[in-house]
């Protein structure tokens, strides 16, 4: 009882409006599809795809896939939170550490994935560890300066005072930097875990025989448009229930936070 008081799961005002933004949507979809004002090779109509979510089901790959690219999702995605979390807080309390490392980010961060894909099939192999690759530079590169921005941004007067006190550097991370920047973190994370998402697809161009991005680029071999708006629906659901949790979560983690008043 507690943890949902501190969760806080009410309706917020404004749901009803978004509900009403993905009905609009929805009904616009089907007026087009129904009416013929494009052809269905290139938008199925909606009870098409339902059938497409059934055909899947009975064949027992629906809830496999989307298991198996979650599963690639949060591995790749908590790899480039491990290394980019503590390296963009030594960036953003170091010049020492920001010159030898922040270029090198600011560079690396508008390489395409799409063009180390390649690369990472030659260093990797063809295995899950592969799409794990993909994800990780998807996404480790801007968390890396976006966690030094956030670390930035915690005023420098809470920790010169903690050192005026006799803080150590190890405690001033602890007690000052972290709780500071904490807040703005759980934004990043959640950002990127987005970030993760679209390149699932990605992930799963090459050498894969499972996973949703797998099942869209097989359907689009075979023209099934109905599986592939399925595959997307699934991704989209996904991808809304991750941020859902991650806002869950930061009013459990960051209870101080101005958000969460």
């Given at each position: 009882?507690?943890?949902?008081?501190?969760?806080?799961?009410?309706?917020?005002?404004?749901?009803?409006?978004?509900?009403?933004?993905?009905?609009?949507?929805?009904?616009?979809?089907?007026?087009?599809?129904?009416?013929?004002?494009?052809?269905?090779?290139?938008?199925?109509?909606?009870?098409?795809?339902?059938?497409?979510?059934?055909?899947?089901?009975?064949?027992?790959?629906?809830?496999?896939?989307?298991?198996?690219?979650?599963?690639?999702?949060?591995?790749?995605?908590?790899?480039?939170?491990?290394?980019?979390?503590?390296?963009?807080?030594?960036?953003?309390?170091?010049?020492?550490?920001?010159?030898?490392?922040?270029?090198?980010?600011?560079?690396?961060?508008?390489?395409?994935?799409?063009?180390?894909?390649?690369?990472?099939?030659?260093?990797?192999?063809?295995?899950?560890?592969?799409?794990?690759?993909?994800?990780?530079?998807?996404?480790?590169?801007?968390l890396v300066l976006m966690v030094a921005d956030t670390t930035a941004n915690v005023p420098a007067d809470l920790s010169r005072a903690a050192a005026t006190l006799g803080a150590s550097r190890g405690q001033i991370y602890r007690l000052v930097?972290?709780?500071?920047?904490?807040?703005g973190l759980m934004d990043d994370l959640r950002i990127t875990v987005g970030w993760a998402w679209t390149y699932l697809v990605v992930?799963?161009?090459?050498?894969?025989?499972?996973?949703?991005?797998?099942?869209?680029?097989?359907?689009?071999?075979?023209?099934?448009?109905?599986?592939?708006?399925?595959?997307?629906?699934?991704?989209?659901?996904?991808?809304?229930?991750?941020?859902?949790?991650?806002?869950?979560?930061?009013?459990?983690?960051?209870?101080?936070?101005?958000?969460?008043?």
């Amino acid at each position: 009882m507690a943890l949902a008081k501190r969760i806080n799961l009410k309706i917020r005002p404004g749901t009803g409006l978004t509900l009403a933004s993905f009905l609009a949507i929805l009904a616009l979809w089907a007026g087009v599809a129904y009416f013929g004002s494009v052809k269905e090779l290139f938008l199925p109509k909606p009870h098409k795809v339902v059938w497409a979510f059934a055909e899947m089901h009975d064949e027992g790959i629906l809830y496999a896939y989307a298991w198996d690219s979650t599963y690639r999702v949060m591995v790749g995605w908590a790899m480039a939170v491990v290394t980019a979390v503590p390296l963009g807080m030594g960036i953003a309390t170091s010049r020492r550490f920001a010159a030898l490392f922040q270029p090198v980010m600011e560079f690396a961060r508008y390489l395409p994935v799409v063009a180390l894909v390649p690369l990472t099939l030659l260093y990797f192999g063809i295995g899950d560890f592969q799409k794990f690759m993909v994800i990780f530079l998807g996404t480790f590169f801007q968390l890396v300066l976006m966690v030094a921005d956030t670390t930035a941004n915690v005023p420098a007067d809470l920790s010169r005072a903690a050192a005026t006190l006799g803080a150590s550097r190890g405690q001033i991370y602890r007690l000052v930097l972290i709780p500071g920047a904490l807040p703005g973190l759980m934004d990043d994370l959640r950002i990127t875990v987005g970030w993760a998402w679209t390149y699932l697809v990605v992930a799963e161009l090459v050498a894969a025989n499972s996973g949703l991005g797998y099942m869209i680029l097989r359907a689009q071999r075979f023209l099934a448009i109905d599986r592939i708006f399925a595959g997307l629906i699934v991704i989209g659901l996904l991808g809304l229930l991750t941020d859902w949790l991650f806002k869950a979560l930061t009013k459990v983690v960051v209870p101080w936070s101005e958000k969460n008043a």
